[in-house]
């Protein structure tokens, strides 16, 4: 610092350079904007690690977190013996000898001086003027000794490529309902500023596009017109409700695939998070084997990670796609049950059935946009042959990298015609795909080996080599061949006995598919349908086509292909059983009336063979049912009373009474109804009315002797709404003689246990309620009056409340004696009581009752005295 002294005008000078220094970089609110990198600025540097994220910028909701880390030059840059690459000067201050200066902070934990971006490449200016003076560590100034100054344009600034500072959405727990959202909270911060002279309620005016949606703009509660308050909201601000981009620095900055605000990446075709779709394969392929047994069957495997899959059945089919999960676990179709068509969830993905009718020719489907986040397995219900099915679906498969390549030249090997691997179209070339390696569970077809492989080191002295294949399994159409393979020796090419190969080693000979010319086409006729009629003689059907073998599988020909084949029959006749036959299981009943026309009846009813009782439509196409109902005649109808015998009780307890007796008169049996007199039933006759026998008769059971017995009544309302109350009831003490009743006195009735005339009652549950004093005098006695009274809230244990209804509580006044004053007697006012005169002196005129009841006296009342409130 002696070297500082007295010279000020180096102070001056660094001053006025500080500007210039600050020009290299363009930082907004930590963000760096990167611009073109200029050559020769410096030396290449490396990115130092990322540091942990930092807080959420937002106690609550969304918010932003940072991150950043530090262009370092490498270690080696640092040795004291390696020179410095030379850089033209860019400020005043390089004229100044080294060292003159004093050298700016260096952090312990990190080789550079300076935490910065250059011109874009680098990390945001760190370390303000005000720290130039602070130490630097022992091993940098060791290392460096005074060439690294600040005022040396010649220090090596490092140079990195790529972002220093990251950002991300963070989400804390959410913020409470009462709290306004953070612009809204912005703009009310203004509410105690002035605005033209005038406080206003600021609110959120989110009505904007583009670069407006990252600034405060603010609206006055009530008013139409909006206010740019500031040109940035604060950081972690979302650009518009209910949008994921937020706001950073004044600009809106949307996600990308990896979390990282304004990183711009997307998923490429096949999901992968800033992919190029230089690793996406487009797997494919038919599944045309006829298939095993009836039921399920396993078909295809689709992986972890799988896209915008497509599979479906070539034709319809009574065969049904069917899918499982890990573990077995069923989705679509399982345990023996057709589920409808529709969407179902699994695999972390939706897959969407469908199932067209037969007539659109199409059939079942299943498709599903992926990615799948666990693997699935697709089963065919068998029930007939395999109509086909095409799978399709996309796949990030990178070709894999092997650390020791085999030495053996690559055996080539067909590729099954069920499982097709196509990459993409893309215009930049792919890397080569390795041979016979196997990705996601899809055989790669190998490539040829070169023609003169080069022997490494170490390897055996001779190897399988594919020579040919066995004859095809088929002598047209679809079949398989078995490949053949020889040991064959290294060095001259010849073959050798199978035992100097390795036996581990020899490729397994899988059969694979082979194409013979297309088979002589053929009738292929369905499942016959069920027979027409349950039992008895019925037709069944089937369906034909002609079909034809080719090198791909099986498939439907025209008919005319077929016409020189005799033609199977589509009809044939079937009886599943013997129908029934019609037994008669009863006799005729008796006639319906005992005389005149009626109706028998008897069972008849359709039995199997074995006996049993079947549907009547079994016996329908045998001999016709017997009949089970007929008419019967009984002859001509006579008539005649008839009576029963007379009631076992009398009428009466005592006394006289009266017995009864049904008399009726019946033709031959048949009880005359009430609409038909005394008339025979279908004769025309009737009884004679002279001879009817009597339906009533006196009785008697002795002399009637007066008694006594209590009588109550029924018990009325509980004394309390509410709480514990009482009920009572009236008792009197009634005397009867024969069927005369009287009211006597209850001493009549002494001799008798008395029933209770009160008993307690339980109301509902006791609530606060308004209690109310009795209404006061009427304020005057015509023309209208008031009355007013006390109204209370109490509680169960009667005292003051304030937890009543307040819709409940009564009204305090009221109006009275609204008659006008000058009412005269007229012949409707009359008095009704003997007592008036007593109520004038009691001046009780006042109450409506007594102003009614003696209407005459107190009419002469109000003519008398003067018009005062009582």
């Given at each position: 610092m002696e070297n500082w002294t007295g010279r000020p005008w180096l102070y001056l000078l660094l001053l006025l350079s500080?500007?210039?220094?600050?020009?290299?970089?363009?930082?907004?609110?930590?963000?760096?904007?990167?611009t073109p990198t200029e050559e020769g600025q410096g030396p290449e540097g490396v990115w130092g690690p990322w540091v942990q994220w930092a807080s959420c910028s937002q106690p609550c909701g969304v918010g932003v977190q940072r991150r950043s880390r530090t262009c370092q030059l490498p270690t080696v840059q640092l040795h004291p013996s390696l020179p410095l690459p030379p850089r033209p000067p860019r400020h005043p201050e390089a004229l100044l000898p080294r060292g003159q200066g004093p050298r700016p902070q260096t952090s312990p934990e990190t080789l550079p001086l300076y935490r910065t971006q250059s011109r874009g490449r680098g990390g945001p200016l760190r370390g303000p003027a005000s720290h130039l003076g602070r130490e630097e560590t022992q091993e940098i100034r060791a290392a460096r000794s005074s060439l690294w100054s600040l005022f040396a344009p010649s220090s090596p600034i490092p140079r990195c490529s790529g972002e220093s500072e990251q950002l991300?959405?963070?989400?804390?727990?959410?913020?409470?309902?009462e709290q306004p959202d953070p612009r809204a909270l912005q703009c009310a911060a203004f509410n105690s500023q002035e605005f033209m002279g005038q406080l206003y309620q600021w609110e959120p005016f989110t009505e904007v596009q583009g670069s407006q949606r990252c600034e405060l703009n603010c609206r006055p509660r009530g008013f139409r017109f909006y206010v740019?308050?500031?040109?940035?909201?604060?950081?972690?601000?979302?650009c518009q409700p209910g949008a994921p981009d937020i706001c950073v620095a004044g600009r809106c900055l949307s996600p990308g695939c990896d979390g990282i605000l304004g990183s711009g990446r997307r998923p490429d075709g096949c999901g992968v998070c800033g992919g190029d779709d230089s690793t996406c394969r487009l797997v494919s392929g038919n599944l045309t084997d006829r298939g095993g047994p009836l039921g399920y069957q396993k078909i295809l495997w689709i992986p972890a990670g799988a896209l915008r899959l497509q599979i479906a059945q070539l034709r319809p089919s009574s065969n049904y796609l069917a899918l499982r999960g890990p573990g077995g676990r069923s989705i679509i179709n399982g345990n023996w049950a057709v589920d409808p068509p529709g969407s179902y969830r699994a695999g972390g993905t939706v897959f969407r059935y469908n199932r067209p009718?037969?007539?659109?020719?199409?059939?079942?489907?299943l498709s599903a946009e992926g990615p799948t986040t666990q693997p699935v397995d697709v089963y065919m219900i068998f029930q007939e042959e395999n109509p086909g099915v095409f799978y399709q679906y996309v796949i990030s498969s990178p070709p894999p990298i092997l650390e020791n390549p085999t030495p053996e030249p690559p055996v080539p090997q067909l590729q099954p015609e069920i499982l097709r691997v196509e990459p993409p179209l893309a215009p930049a070339p792919r890397p080569a795909r390795t041979p016979g390696t196997l990705q996601r569970q899809v055989r790669i077809p190998q490539m040829p080996a070169p023609p003169h492989p080069r022997t490494p080191l170490g390897s055996p002295a001779a190897y399988w080599k594919r020579v040919g294949h066995s004859a095809?399994?088929?002598?047209?159409g679809k079949g398989v061949w078995r490949p053949i393979f020889l040991c064959i020796s290294r060095e001259s090419g010849e073959e050798l006995d199978e035992r100097s190969c390795a036996a581990g080693a020899r490729p397994p000979a899988s059969p694979e598919p082979c194409h013979g010319t297309p088979c002589p086409?053929?009738?292929?006729?369905?499942?016959?349908?069920?027979?027409s009629r349950s039992c008895g003689p019925g037709t069944q059907h089937r369906q034909l086509q002609c079909r034809q073998e080719f090198g791909g599988g099986g498939s439907s020909v025209p008919p005319e292909r077929c016409g020189h084949l005799p033609r199977p029959n589509i009809t044939q006749s079937c009886q599943l059983r013997l129908c029934g036959h019609w037994e008669v299981g009863s006799p005729w009943s008796q006639c319906s009336v005992r005389c005149g026309r009626g109706q028998r009846s008897r069972q008849v009813r359709c039995v199997g063979n074995n006996g049993d009782e079947v549907s009547e439509q079994e016996c329908a196409s045998g001999p016709p049912q017997p009949p089970s109902r007929e008419a019967c005649d009984m002859g001509p109808c006579t008539t005649a009373w008839f009576h029963s015998d007379w009631s076992s009780k009398c009428s009466a307890e005592c006394g006289t009474g009266i017995q009864r007796r049904s008399v009726v008169c019946l033709g031959s049996g048949a009880a005359l109804g009430p609409g038909q007199g005394e008339a025979g039933a279908g004769t025309g006759q009737s009884c004679p009315t002279g001879s009817r026998p009597p339906d009533m008769r006196a009785c008697s059971l002795g002399p009637c002797e007066r008694t006594w017995r209590w009588y109550t009544g029924p018990w009325g309302e509980c004394s309390s709404e509410c709480g514990s109350g009482t009920q009572r009831r009236d008792i009197i003490c009634v005397s009867?003689?024969?069927t005369e009743f009287n009211v006597t006195s209850p001493s009549n009735c002494s001799h008798l246990p008395r029933p209770p005339a009160l008993q307690p009652c339980q109301g509902q549950a006791c609530q606060d309620r308004w209690f109310s004093t009795p209404w006061s005098p009427c304020s005057r006695s015509c023309q209208g009056g008031t009355q007013t009274r006390e109204v209370q809230c109490l509680s169960t244990n009667q005292t003051l409340s304030t937890r009543c209804p307040p819709q409940l509580r009564p009204s305090r006044k009221r109006p009275c004696n609204s008659q006008p004053c000058s009412q005269r007697p007229d012949d409707q006012c009359k008095d009704s009581s003997p007592h008036c005169p007593l109520v004038?002196?009691?001046?009780?005129?006042?109450?409506?009752?007594?102003?009614?009841?003696?209407?005459?006296s107190c009419a002469h009342v109000l003519e008398r005295s003067p018009q005062d409130p009582s």
């Amino acid at each position: 610092m002696e070297n500082w002294t007295g010279r000020p005008w180096l102070y001056l000078l660094l001053l006025l350079s500080l500007p210039q220094l600050c020009l290299d970089q363009e930082v907004l609110s930590g963000h760096s904007l990167q611009t073109p990198t200029e050559e020769g600025q410096g030396p290449e540097g490396v990115w130092g690690p990322w540091v942990q994220w930092a807080s959420c910028s937002q106690p609550c909701g969304v918010g932003v977190q940072r991150r950043s880390r530090t262009c370092q030059l490498p270690t080696v840059q640092l040795h004291p013996s390696l020179p410095l690459p030379p850089r033209p000067p860019r400020h005043p201050e390089a004229l100044l000898p080294r060292g003159q200066g004093p050298r700016p902070q260096t952090s312990p934990e990190t080789l550079p001086l300076y935490r910065t971006q250059s011109r874009g490449r680098g990390g945001p200016l760190r370390g303000p003027a005000s720290h130039l003076g602070r130490e630097e560590t022992q091993e940098i100034r060791a290392a460096r000794s005074s060439l690294w100054s600040l005022f040396a344009p010649s220090s090596p600034i490092p140079r990195c490529s790529g972002e220093s500072e990251q950002l991300r959405a963070c989400s804390q727990a959410p913020c409470p309902p009462e709290q306004p959202d953070p612009r809204a909270l912005q703009c009310a911060a203004f509410n105690s500023q002035e605005f033209m002279g005038q406080l206003y309620q600021w609110e959120p005016f989110t009505e904007v596009q583009g670069s407006q949606r990252c600034e405060l703009n603010c609206r006055p509660r009530g008013f139409r017109f909006y206010v740019r308050h500031t040109e940035k909201v604060q950081d972690g601000t979302l650009c518009q409700p209910g949008a994921p981009d937020i706001c950073v620095a004044g600009r809106c900055l949307s996600p990308g695939c990896d979390g990282i605000l304004g990183s711009g990446r997307r998923p490429d075709g096949c999901g992968v998070c800033g992919g190029d779709d230089s690793t996406c394969r487009l797997v494919s392929g038919n599944l045309t084997d006829r298939g095993g047994p009836l039921g399920y069957q396993k078909i295809l495997w689709i992986p972890a990670g799988a896209l915008r899959l497509q599979i479906a059945q070539l034709r319809p089919s009574s065969n049904y796609l069917a899918l499982r999960g890990p573990g077995g676990r069923s989705i679509i179709n399982g345990n023996w049950a057709v589920d409808p068509p529709g969407s179902y969830r699994a695999g972390g993905t939706v897959f969407r059935y469908n199932r067209p009718p037969r007539e659109e020719g199409k059939g079942e489907s299943l498709s599903a946009e992926g990615p799948t986040t666990q693997p699935v397995d697709v089963y065919m219900i068998f029930q007939e042959e395999n109509p086909g099915v095409f799978y399709q679906y996309v796949i990030s498969s990178p070709p894999p990298i092997l650390e020791n390549p085999t030495p053996e030249p690559p055996v080539p090997q067909l590729q099954p015609e069920i499982l097709r691997v196509e990459p993409p179209l893309a215009p930049a070339p792919r890397p080569a795909r390795t041979p016979g390696t196997l990705q996601r569970q899809v055989r790669i077809p190998q490539m040829p080996a070169p023609p003169h492989p080069r022997t490494p080191l170490g390897s055996p002295a001779a190897y399988w080599k594919r020579v040919g294949h066995s004859a095809c399994s088929a002598s047209c159409g679809k079949g398989v061949w078995r490949p053949i393979f020889l040991c064959i020796s290294r060095e001259s090419g010849e073959e050798l006995d199978e035992r100097s190969c390795a036996a581990g080693a020899r490729p397994p000979a899988s059969p694979e598919p082979c194409h013979g010319t297309p088979c002589p086409p053929y009738w292929e006729a369905g499942e016959w349908t069920s027979c027409s009629r349950s039992c008895g003689p019925g037709t069944q059907h089937r369906q034909l086509q002609c079909r034809q073998e080719f090198g791909g599988g099986g498939s439907s020909v025209p008919p005319e292909r077929c016409g020189h084949l005799p033609r199977p029959n589509i009809t044939q006749s079937c009886q599943l059983r013997l129908c029934g036959h019609w037994e008669v299981g009863s006799p005729w009943s008796q006639c319906s009336v005992r005389c005149g026309r009626g109706q028998r009846s008897r069972q008849v009813r359709c039995v199997g063979n074995n006996g049993d009782e079947v549907s009547e439509q079994e016996c329908a196409s045998g001999p016709p049912q017997p009949p089970s109902r007929e008419a019967c005649d009984m002859g001509p109808c006579t008539t005649a009373w008839f009576h029963s015998d007379w009631s076992s009780k009398c009428s009466a307890e005592c006394g006289t009474g009266i017995q009864r007796r049904s008399v009726v008169c019946l033709g031959s049996g048949a009880a005359l109804g009430p609409g038909q007199g005394e008339a025979g039933a279908g004769t025309g006759q009737s009884c004679p009315t002279g001879s009817r026998p009597p339906d009533m008769r006196a009785c008697s059971l002795g002399p009637c002797e007066r008694t006594w017995r209590w009588y109550t009544g029924p018990w009325g309302e509980c004394s309390s709404e509410c709480g514990s109350g009482t009920q009572r009831r009236d008792i009197i003490c009634v005397s009867k003689l024969g069927t005369e009743f009287n009211v006597t006195s209850p001493s009549n009735c002494s001799h008798l246990p008395r029933p209770p005339a009160l008993q307690p009652c339980q109301g509902q549950a006791c609530q606060d309620r308004w209690f109310s004093t009795p209404w006061s005098p009427c304020s005057r006695s015509c023309q209208g009056g008031t009355q007013t009274r006390e109204v209370q809230c109490l509680s169960t244990n009667q005292t003051l409340s304030t937890r009543c209804p307040p819709q409940l509580r009564p009204s305090r006044k009221r109006p009275c004696n609204s008659q006008p004053c000058s009412q005269r007697p007229d012949d409707q006012c009359k008095d009704s009581s003997p007592h008036c005169p007593l109520v004038v002196q009691a001046r009780l005129c006042v109450y409506p009752y007594y102003t009614a009841t003696c209407c005459r006296s107190c009419a002469h009342v109000l003519e008398r005295s003067p018009q005062d409130p009582s």
